[in-house]
């Protein structure tokens, strides 16, 4: 093909019209190619460097964009570790103090029911003291009425007189 090229360009007076499209693309392609590759290899080797100085730059950046976060969930992680231990040990220390308030407010509990008993029994005694003390009365009352009564009806005036003087000679002889 290419032989018939040269021979036609050769054999006529000048460049004439290929009318084979098949060749004429063919050489218009390798043509195409040529030039691309001759002026184009510099500018598309330097595309092709920076791509892949950009792509290793990045690769690069990612990596170490990892290792700085595998480190710092590391370093997470200990710090979630710790607040989980320190939240432990408040919790430890919040159910023995819980145990103790619980103990002392049992132990205040029973020491003031001691002292309500104490209280209510004294009130008791004192209430009871009271109504011996009105019920004496009352008795001491009623004999003083009944005696009174009585001894109106037995004694005269003479006789009262005569028991006047000799509960004051009692008495006397006692002072």
Not at 34 to 52: D, P, S
């Amino acid at each position: 093909m290419i032989g018939k090229t040269l021979i036609l360009a050769t054999h006529s007076a000048g460049f004439g019209i290929n009318t084979n499209i098949f060749e004429a693309n063919l050489i218009n392609l390798l043509i195409l190619v040529g030039v691309l590759f001759f002026f184009g290899k510099k500018l598309i080797t330097n595309i092709l460097e920076e791509r892949k100085a950009r792509i290793e730059e990045e690769i690069t950046e990612a990596e170490s964009k990892q290792k700085n976060a595998a480190s710092a969930l590391v370093t997470q992680q200990q710090k979630l570790d710790q607040a989980h231990a320190i939240a432990e040990q408040i919790r430890k220390e919040a159910t023995a103090r819980a145990e103790v308030l619980k103990q002392e407010l049992l132990v205040k509990g029973e020491e003031e029911l001691a002292r309500m008993k104490e209280a209510a029994g004294k009130d008791l005694d004192s209430e009871q003291e009271k109504v011996i003390t009105q019920l004496r009365l009352m008795v001491v009352a009623l004999a003083l009425e009944k005696s009174s009564a009585q001894l109106g009806n037995i004694l005269d005036e003479k006789a009262q007189q005569k028991l006047i003087d000799r509960s004051i000679a009692n008495l006397g002889g006692v002072l």
